[in-house]
Structure formats: C-alpha cells, structure tokens
C-alpha cells in the first residue's frame, strides 16, 4: 500500500502495561462511558501531558492555531477549552485572554501580537509581557573568540 504524501496524524503502537494500571485504564473507561479502550488511553495520556503544560508551551499552541485560523472563537474551542490547566477564557472584540490554574496567563490580538503575565487573585493582570520574550543580545567579549578580530589591526 502507497504512503500518502501529507504526514500521518496516527501511528500504531504496542505497549505492555501492569494488570493493575489496565484494571484503573478500564475503570476510567467504564465511568466516562468511553467505547473503545484505546480512547480512554488516548484520553487519559493527553490529560497526563496537558498537566505538564507551561505557559510557554500553551502560547506556542496558541501560536500554532493562529497561524491556521485566526478566529478567537475556533482558536479557544480547539485549543483551550478542553485544556485541564485552563481556568478562564475572555474573548474580547480585538483580543483572547486566557488563565492556568497557576495564574499564568495569555493573550493573543487580532494582529497575532502575543503576551504573557500573571493574574492576581481577583483575576486581573497588571503587567504583561511580549511573549515569546525577545532574545537578550549576546555580551561581546573580547578573547579569542571575539566577533570583531577581523578589523583589528595586526600590530607588526
């Protein structure tokens, strides 16, 4: 069978699990009332990887469906509406706010301009920061590895 072109959004994969973590996968099946065993995995994996999710890592989620589509409403259903960390979506006329359980927070504005910022208690956020933050320059120095050896002059 030919390979199609575009890559792949699945691919087949064998894993040996305990008797007891199959006993608690079957269980969570059960109780959500899941069809298939593999979609209770499929579920509790990507659970298990959202809750490792930084700002940083949902801002470049965000990004990435920006870049798709730049309607806010599509952009929080797909991204950030069935993500585990995410407490709070605000969408406004010209931008999409959101918050993490750990007050971590993100915009994006209809121009895709990016910021990030921590929320207090009452929810506000005072001070936002560009998002990805900008590159700190590079400290010249001045040993051999010197960028500017090649218009110093040679002293003999």
Do not use: C
């Amino acid at each position: 069978m030919a390979q199609s072109p575009e890559k792949a959004t699945t691919e087949r994969r064998i894993h040996v699990l305990p008797v007891e973590l199959l006993d608690r996968v079957r269980s969570y099946q059960t109780d959500n009332g899941i069809a298939s065993e593999v979609e209770a995995v499929r579920r509790l994996l990507s659970e298990a990887l959202q809750a490792r999710d930084t700002i940083d890592d949902l801002m470049k989620q965000v990004r990435a469906q920006f870049k798709k589509d730049r309607d806010f409403r599509t952009l929080a259903r797909d991204v950030l509406s069935s993500h585990i960390l995410v407490k709070k979506i605000e969408i406004g006329d010209n931008e999409l706010q959101f918050t993490m359980r750990s007050d971590d927070a993100g915009k994006v504005s209809r121009r895709g301009d990016m910021q990030t910022g921590t929320a207090s208690d009452d929810g506000w956020v005072q001070s936002w920061r560009d998002w990805p933050p900008p590159e700190e320059k590079a400290r010249k120095s001045r040993g051999w590895d010197s960028t500017d050896r090649d218009s110093e002059e040679i002293p003999f």
